[in-house]
């Protein structure tokens, strides 16, 4: 996205330092390690977009709310937010699958 829209700053935020040698990256591209545990290190309304994804393996369903509440702090008024997450129902699990959710106990 960095590369598709130069007139933009696109900022990562990860827990790991999985990010790209700074070298390789767009210079309207930067990246940030913290714990959004810990709430997001921006001032309210800094953003006009928001992206997340995959979060829902992290956090439990009573922490949802309050994930969400801090993306909306950090977007502008008339902002957009995108949340894109993954299905934790499985059709048609193998016998891995299956050990997994029920020690996981994801289906209740």
Known sequence: MAED?????FI???IS??????????PNLG?????????LPFPDST???VYQRCMISFVTIYEVERFVKEL???LKPGGYIEIVETDLNYE???????NFIEIGNFNN
């Open 72 to 74: 909306i702090r950090v």
């Open 31 to 39: 990246f940030l390690q913290c714990n959004v545990n810990d709430g």
């Open 92 to 98: 048609n699990a193998g016998t891995l699958s299956k």
């Open 47 to 49: 953003f006009d977009f």
């Open 17 to 26: 330092p999985l990010f790209p040698d700074s070298n390789e990256a767009p």
């Open 12 to 14: 990562g935020v990860d």
């Open 5 to 9: 829209y130069p007139d933009s700053t």
